[in-house]
C-alpha cells in the first residue's frame, strides 16, 4: 500500500516544503499566498469578493452547455454517438478555457482509472500532452518585458512562432541559443517555456472560491466532512500550485534533479539557463524523445514496457526515499524515453514546476507507517497515523476502532499485492476516518501524485510488474540512512558533552 502510506505523510508539511524548495519570487506571488491574512482591508476584501462572484459567473455560464447536454448525451448514445462525441468536445473545451486549475485537475483525474469510467480517462488524456494555448503577440509581448526590444539578439526561436506543446502553466518553443550565455555557446538548441497571460488572477480566485466552498460543507452537521479535511487539501493543493506561477522556481527544481541523478545515465531532465530565466520565462536544454505510452501500445516489445516500467517505479521510490524530493507532475505527457550513448532505454522527465519535500521528521515518520503496512501490521499503521494528525478530536475508542479497522484492510488482501491496490483502500479509510472522527487533514485526500500515477502508468506499460519489489530495498535504505543520522546526532551531542565537562 505504498501510495495510501504516501497519503500519510507525504504532503502533511507541503505549505513548508513549496515555499522551502523555492524561496526566490514569492513576494510576487504574495496574494496568492497569503489570502486569508487580517491586514487585507475591507475595501480589498469587497473587491475580491466581487471577483470571485464574476468568476462563478463566468464558470457557471461556461459550463452551463455540458450540464444541458450531458443527459440528452447519455439518453441518445446508442443512436446518436455524435451528440456523446459533442458533449465530451465540449467539456474538455470548457476546462480548457476555465484555467490550469480545472487542467491540473483533470489531468490527474485522467491517470486514476481505478477510479473513473475508461472513456473519461481516455477522453481527458489528451489534457496531457496540450492544451490550449495563447497567441504569438502575447508571447512576444512577455520576452519583450522580460528581455527588451532586442530579445532576438539572445534566443532564435522557429520561423513558424508556434509553440510544441503547451500546458496549464505554459507553452513551450523550440528555438537556439543565438549567444553564449553563461557555460551555454551559441547554437546550443533549447526549449523556451512562456508562462500564459493572466493565470494568476485565475488560480488566486479559484481557490478563493474553493477554499469557501469546501469551509461551507464541513460546517454542515452530522456528515463529518470535517474529517476528509477537504479545506486542508484546498490549501495543499494551493501550495503546490503557486510555486509554478515563478518559472524560476522550475529552474532550481530541475537543478537539483540534476544533482541528485547525475551519475544515473538513465534518468536525465533538461538544463535550465538561470542567466536567461526570470519569474515569466524559462530556457532549458532541449530533449528529445518518444512519448512513454508509446511504448504501451500492443505492437511494443514486452521486453521494452518491462524495462520502461521497472526504470520508473525505480526512479520515483528513489526520489521519495533516498533524496526526499519528487516530482509531482509525472503523468505521461512529462515523460519522454530515447536510448542512452549505451543503447539503453532512459527517461528524459520533464516539467518541474511541481516538487513534493517533506523534511526529515515527517520523512521518517512515511518510512515508519509504510514499514507497518508492509509487515500487514495495521494495529501500528493506524496509530502512527493518529500520532502523526495535527488535531485529535477522537476519543481512546475512535482511535481504537480506527485502527482495527486498518487492520481488517490488511487482513482482507492476505491473497493480494497491498502495495498494488492504492485505489481500493483508499474509500474505506477515509470512510474508517469520518465514522471514528479521525482527523486524516489532507494525508489520506492528497495522496502522492507522483508515486501513484507512476504506478498507474508501470500497470498500462506491464501489469505484472510488482511495486514491492522495487520500493522495499529502498525503504529499508531509508531507514538505515536515517538511523545512521540518527546515531551521527547522538555522537556528536556525546562529544560536545565531554567538551563542555572538560
Known amino acids: 500500500m505504498l501510495a495510501v502510506a504516501v497519503a500519510a505523510l507525504a504532503l502533511e508539511n507541503q505549505r513548508r516544503s513549496s515555499l522551502a524548495t523555492c524561496d526566490i519570487g514569492l513576494e510576487d506571488n504574495r496574494s496568492l499566498l497569503d489570502y486569508e491574512k487580517d491586514e487585507m482591508s475591507y475595501t480589498q476584501r469587497v473587491g475580491r469578493a466581487l471577483r470571485a462572484l464574476r468568476r462563478i459567473g463566468v464558470l457557471s455560464c461556461l459550463f452551463a452547455p455540458a450540464a444541458l447536454l450531458m443527459p440528452v448525451a447519455y439518453a441518445t ?3 446518436a454517438p455524435a451528440i456523446s462525441d459533442l458533449t465530451w468536445e465540449y467539456i474538455l473545451y470548457g476546462i480548457e478555457v476555465a484555467g490550469p486549475t480545472f487542467i491540473k485537475l483533470s489531468q490527474w483525474a485522467s491517470t486514476r ?3 473513473f469510467p475508461q472513456e473519461f480517462c481516455l477522453r481527458f488524456a489528451r489534457l496531457q500532452d496540450a492544451t490550449r494555448g495563447h497567441s504569438w503577440r502575447e508571447t512576444e509581448d512577455t520576452l519583450k518585458r522580460a528581455w527588451g526590444d532586442d530579445w532576438q539578439s539572445k534566443v532564435t526561436l522557429d520561423e513558424s512562432r508556434l509553440p510544441i506543446g503547451s500546458g496549464c502553466i505554459a507553452q513551450v518553443y523550440h528555438g537556439y541559443m543565438k549567444a553564449a550565455s553563461g557555460l551555454h555557446d551559441a547554437g546550443k538548441e533549447v526549449a523556451v517555456k512562456i508562462i500564459h497571460p493572466h493565470i494568476r488572477e485565475k488560480v488566486e480566485l479559484d481557490f478563493y472560491i474553493l477554499n469557501k466552498v469546501t469551509r461551507f460543507l464541513e460546517s454542515l452537521p452530522r456528515y463529518n466532512f470535517e474529517y476528509l479535511a477537504m479545506s486542508d487539501s ?6 503546490i500550485m503557486v510555486p509554478q506561477l515563478d518559472l524560476r522556481c522550475e529552474a532550481k527544481n530541475l537543478s537539483r534533479f540534476r544533482m541528485h541523478f547525475e551519475e544515473n545515465d538513465r534518468v536525465d531532465f533538461p538544463e535550465p539557463m538561470h542567466d536567461l530565466t526570470t519569474r515569466n520565462i524559462l530556457v532549458e536544454g532541449f530533449m528529445k524523445g518518444d512519448r512513454i505510452m508509446s511504448y504501451a501500445r500492443p505492437e ?4 521494452d514496457k518491462m524495462e520502461l516500467a521497472h ?9 521519495l526515499f533516498m533524496y526526499d524530493f519528487v516530482h509531482g507532475d509525472l503523468h505521461p505527457g512529462n515523460i519522454m524515453v530515447c536510448r542512452n550513448p549505451a543503447s539503453e532505454l532512459s527517461m528524459n522527465l520533464l516539467d518541474c514546476g511541481i516538487c513534493v519535500e517533506m523534511g526529515e521528521s515527517d520523512h521518517k515518520n512515511l518510512i515508519n507507517i509504510l514499514g507497518a503496512f508492509i509487515k500487514r501490521d495495521g494495529l501500528l499503521a493506524g496509530k502512527l497515523m493518529v500520532d502523526t494528525a495535527k488535531h485529535k478530536n477522537a476519543t481512546d475508542d475512535d482511535v481504537r476502532l480506527f485502527c482495527e479497522g486498518i487492520q481488517r ?7 493480494n499485492n497491498f502495495l498494488e491496490k492504492v485505489g481500493d483502500y483508499l474509500a474505506d479509510i477515509c470512510d474508517l476516518a469520518c465514522r471514528h472522527k479521525v482527523k486524516l487533514e489532507s494525508k489520506f485526500i492528497n495522496a502522492s501524485l507522483a508515486v501513484e500515477i507512476i504506478e498507474g502508468l508501470a500497470c498500462k506499460l506491464y501489469p505484472e510488474m510488482e511495486v514491492q519489489k522495487v520500493a522495499l530495498p529502498l525503504v529499508l535504505k531509508a531507514e538505515v540512512m536515517h538511523g545512521l543520522r540518527r546515531a551521527k546526532r547522538q555522537s556528536w551531542a556525546e562529544w560536545f558533552q565531554g567538551k563542555d565537562v572538560e
Open 234 to 239: 484546498v490549501e495543499q493543493f494551493r501550495q
Open 300 to 303: 511494443a516489445k514486452i521486453e
Open 77 to 79: 448514445q446508442n443512436v
Open 113 to 115: 482509472s481505478d477510479l
Open 409 to 415: 484492510i490488511c487482513s482482507d488482501d492476505l491473497d
Open 311 to 319: 526504470l520508473g517505479v525505480k526512479t520515483v521510490m528513489e526520489m
